[in-house]
Nanobody, 120 residues
Framework: QVQLVESGGGLVQAGGSLRLSCVAS????????MGWYRQAPGKQRDLVAT???????NYADSVKGRFTISRDNARNTVYLQMNSLKPEDTAVYYC??????????????WGQGTQVTVSS
């Protein structure tokens, strides 16, 4: 079985920083783009940032200049460094691995989510 496990969420004051990690575990042949999404209460799940296996990145306008996504292909891990956090960044953050190839086929996977709460 393949799993994505996130860590690093928590409570932080406005202006603070957090670093999220997401590890894909199991028998994995390859992974396409990986990314972070977030969902605030009562709202839809929105893209935060994505990164390809070659390191090309894409960010939501609301986090540009504050968040940095990175990836360690050897460890099947993606990170999200979040600086200058704002209360509006409060949400459950989900990790995604697109086109993950395993003995069970190729599909996308989601983590269970990690809560990030930014107090004002």
């Amino acid at each position: 079985q393949v799993q994505l496990v996130e860590s690093g969420g928590g409570l932080v004051q406005a202006g603070g920083s957090l670093r999220l990690s997401c590890v894909a575990s199991g028998i994995i042949f390859s992974i396409g783009p990986m990314g972070w999404y977030r969902q605030a209460p009562g709202k839809q799940r929105d893209l935060v940032a994505t990164i390809t296996s070659r390191g090309s990145t894409n960010y939501a306008d609301s986090v540009k200049g504050r968040f940095t996504i990175s990836r360690d292909n050897a460890r099947n891990t993606v990170y999200l460094q979040m600086n200058s956090l704002k209360p509006e960044d409060t949400a459950v953050y989900y990790c995604n691995a697109d086109r993950l190839g395993s003995p069970w086929g190729t599909r996308d996977y989601w983590g269970q989510g990690t809560q990030v709460t930014v107090s004002s």
